[in-house]
């Protein structure tokens, strides 16, 4: 690794800019060459935009009750026979335009998908980090920890501490703290696979010169972590913070689902399928059917963006 | 040998400890028991009898000691919802559960191992990337967006099929079975077939990857080379020596099958332990709920300790390893 500064001039000048370093890189490289991969692309961007900017696309505020009118609850899409003008994909029993119900969900998925895959990673990569670099007994209790941890899988852990929190909160859970509960319990069912991977690289870089040399002019072993171990470590996390986000989305959807996560009152998508699930019988699929589907579409999409930055950054496979 | 089982066996109840503890916590900590037993009108007296009589007075640790004593028995106190025995509730529903849970595991395997199959013999063809194409989708939809959409597809637009519950069931002794009535066959297709995806593409894939692997091995150019059959090599051998790995993954799965049941439970209303665990969660329902977690628990630790022994009885090199670390 050779910085600016050390390289000679005319070796400099010779170099090609920064964007075309990225546009010639291998990544963007077999970026461009799946269509499959620029498809996915496309449409996590386009629903990523839609929930980003939820407030100046949909037609009408979900949250804004003076905008909602029971009259118009249960309206079907435009193109089907009473559809009505602004309700494009029609509306649920409340009311509310599907349409805008869907961007404004998205964005309470994407936002608890994220922030619990942040958390989780935080967790993971700390803890692993710290077992690989400490080892001895503080090593085996966390891996334990760990092993103890992935006998039971993602959602029942999600659904212990929502329940938990039910009771450590009673009835007054609003919905501020429901929106941290979700956080809170995702991210904490989703740490093991970062500690166990950063464990692993992390065993391998500390037997590097580069550490021993950083140890030798007496780094404290929290920065010499965290600021030199951290970035040689982190390649593969990032697979596995793309994987792990679809699983967190489809958690909280699932969570969602079975109505212990957000309100009604405040959807994200799964809580829109579980409302149109009553409806399903009756004819009235358009309330679970939409929402279902940008779901399923989402969720697809990124785990399509995952395979490909995991073929991608794996040189075995070049 | 029996080192090996004894350690692993150790193992097993170390983790079996942590997750009693865990469910003690719950219990003990999480909400006070007695308020929860009792009514609004029982005096202060009344309240001090019973906590002194549940043992709530005495020192943690023994506490705990009764717990998992208890826990062993299978006693797991009362409901605070049905005020019954909660062994009682899960061995009602237990049968239920049970039963959705091996028949989905028996679809994945009978589907799931053809298709991996046939996509390892004929990679290039346009059945197999259809196979794949459809088999990401099964690892993308969520298990009650499949539900919801079979649901759609099959009771509501077509009419066929029920959409919730488990038809007639018989009672045959303790254990209550759907299989032996029309109503209750008819009720099972659709909730096995949700719950079976996922794990129908997991084996899929599975067997994709590893017949591709054995096929690459010399011992199957040689079988080739003595002019053995396609269908004998295909089969004969290199089915057979994928077969274990396959069978390892499905034992470990059959765990999460029961755990994950509960998702498609709830969407067809299917009356097992895990709407019983739902329920319980919606309603602070702490004694269902540790009680829940211990046996899910134990079935996974059994399963995974079956599925080590088996392994080390099969593979010598494992029994060799694990004396060599320790």
């Keep these: 690794m050779t910085t600016a500064a050390e390289t000679p001039p005319e070796v400099l000048m010779r170099r090609p800019s920064r964007l075309k370093a990225i546009l010639d890189s291998d990544l963007i490289y077999s970026f461009l060459r799946s269509r499959v991969t620029i498809a996915a692309a496309i449409v996590t961007l386009v629903i990523v935009l839609g929930a980003v900017f939820a407030p100046y696309i949909a037609p009408k505020n979900p949250y804004d009750l003076t905008q909602i009118s029971i009259l118009d609850s249960n309206n079907p899409p435009i193109w089907m026979e009473g559809g009505q003008a602004p309700y494009v994909l029609g509306t649920d029993d409340q009311g509310r335009d599907v349409f805008s119900t869907i961007l404004y969900g998205s964005r309470q998925s994407l936002a608890i998908g994220l922030m619990a895959t942040v958390l989780a990673g935080i967790l993971g990569i700390s803890l692993g980090l710290i077992a690989g670099y400490a080892g001895g007994t503080t090593d085996a209790f966390i891996m334990r920890a760990a092993d103890v941890q992935s006998t039971f899988p993602a959602i029942l852990i999600a659904m212990l501490i929502d329940g938990t929190s039910r009771a450590l909160f009673g009835e007054q859970r609003n919905e501020q703290i429901v929106f941290w509960v979700m956080v809170l319990s995702i991210g904490l069912s989703f740490w093991v696979q970062y500690a166990r991977t950063v464990r692993g690289s992390t065993l391998v870089e500390k037997s590097k010169d580069y550490v021993l040399a950083a140890r030798l002019i007496g780094i404290a072993p929290m920065k010499i972590l965290f600021r030199h171990v951290l970035p040689n470590v982190v390649g593969p996390v990032l697979v596995i913070a793309t994987i792990n986000l679809a699983l967190a989305i489809i958690t909280e959807a699932t969570l969602s689902f079975l109505g212990l996560g957000l309100p009604p009152t405040q959807p994200s998508l799964g809580t829109l399928i579980q409302i149109g699930q009553k409806y399903l019988f009756a004819g009235e699929w358009w309330i679970a059917i939409f929402p279902g589907i940008t779901l399923a579409a989402l969720v697809l999409a990124v785990n399509l963006l995952g395979d490909w930055l995991r073929d991608a950054l794996n040189p075995k496979l070049r | 040998m029996l080192a090996f089982i004894i350690r692993r ?318």
Excluded: C
């Design chain 2, 9 to 326: 066996l150790l193992q097993a109840v170390i983790v079996m400890l942590t997750v009693a503890l865990i469910a003690f916590t719950l219990f003990r900590f999480v909400g006070d028991p007695v308020n929860m037993m009792v009514g609004i009108e029982t005096t202060a007296e009344e309240r001090a009898q019973l906590r002194q009589d549940l043992g709530l007075n005495d020192p943690i640790p023994i506490q705990f000691a009764r717990f998992v004593a208890n826990a062993a028995r299978l006693n797991f106190g009362n409901s605070y919802q049905f005020k019954t025995p909660v062994i009682d509730l899960i061995a009602d529903r237990f049968p239920a559960t049970m039963e959705l849970a091996f028949a989905s595991a028996i679809f994945s395997l009978l589907i799931g191992i053809p298709m991996g199959v046939y996509t390892a013999l004929h990679r290039r063809s346009w059945r197999s990337n259809i196979f794949l194409a459809a088999s990401l989708i099964g690892i993308s939809l969520p298990t009650f967006l499949i539900g919801i959409l079979l649901i759609f597809l099959f009771p509501v637009t077509l009419g066929v099929l029920p959409s919730f519950g488990r038809g007639e069931v018989l009672r045959l002794g303790f254990w209550t079975t759907g299989l032996l009535t029309t109503s209750g066959l008819k009720a099972l297709i659709l909730p096995a077939i949700t719950l079976g995806l996922f794990q129908m593409t997991l084996i899929m894939r599975l067997v994709r990857g590893e017949m591709l692997e054995v096929l690459r091995t010399d011992y199957i150019k040689f079988a080739r080379a003595r002019g053995l059959s396609d269908r004998a090599v295909n089969f004969g051998h290199a089915l057979k020596n994928t077969l274990v790995p396959v069978m390892t993954i499905a034992g470990l799965q059959l765990g999460s099958i029961i755990a994950f049941a509960l998702i498609t439970e709830s969407v067809f209303q299917w009356p097992g332990m895990g709407l019983l665990f739902l329920k319980a969660v919606q309603n602070v329902d702490i004694p269902i709920m540790s009680a829940y977690l211990l046996l899910v628990a134990f079935i996974f630790v059994t399963i995974n300790l079956i599925v080590d022994i088996l392994y080390a009885v099969v593979d010598p090199r494992i029994r060799i390893d694990a004396s060599a670390t320790a």
